[in-house]
């Protein structure tokens, strides 16, 4: 508890992005569709809205604990008062700025998966074989040929 305060406040901030983030994976999983959990598929899209929320929080928790250091870093390293040891920007911090980001964005991902299809439904085209034409294995051989040539031809009849 030594430590300074903004420290203080940027680790908090990151232990509670970290559990939101949790908590957002849990509700991810249960709110989406492949899962048997969770219920309709109404309640299932309100988990899933719930779920980018935590996320868009968590985010911002991270967001804001790594721009409150680097601000403190900054501001340190251009004084020309400050006699301390002097510190730069990390690799550390600009990947907690890229993983705030994916989480954000991640969350408006899932906040707006559950906008519903305003087109209809496509319909598949089924297939009901060829009726009219015989294979050459289901063709009972006769002992006089059949020198008439088929009525018609369709798309299937060579398949």
């Known amino acids: 508890l030594s430590l300074a305060g903004y420290?203080?406040?940027?680790?908090?901030l990151m232990i509670s992005a970290v559990?939101?983030?949790f908590f957002g994976a849990v509700f991810g999983l249960v709110g989406m569709k492949c899962t048997k959990v969770g219920g309709s598929d109404q309640t299932k899209a309100k988990i899933a809205c719930l779920a980018g929320l935590i996320f868009i929080l968590s985010g911002l928790c991270s967001m804001t604990s790594c721009s409150l250091y680097a601000n403190r870093i900054t501001s340190e390293f251009f004084?020309?008062?400050f006699v301390a040891q002097k510190y730069e920007l990390g690799a550390a911090l600009f990947i907690g700025w890229a993983g705030a980001s994916?989480?954000?964005i991640g969350g408006i991902i899932f906040c707006f998966s559950i906008a519903e299809n305003s087109n209809p439904a496509r319909r598949g085209y089924a297939y009901n074989g060829a009726t009219s034409v015989m294979s050459s294995r289901t063709k009972v051989h006769n002992s006089?040929?059949?020198k008439t040539p088929p009525k018609h031809f369709d798309?299937?009849?060579y398949v």
């Open 7 to 12: 420290i203080q406040a940027c680790r908090g």
């Open 19 to 21: 559990c939101l983030g």
């Open 79 to 81: 004084d020309p008062s």
């Open 102 to 104: 994916l989480c954000i």
């Open 144 to 146: 006089v040929p059949d």
């Open 155 to 157: 798309k299937n009849a």
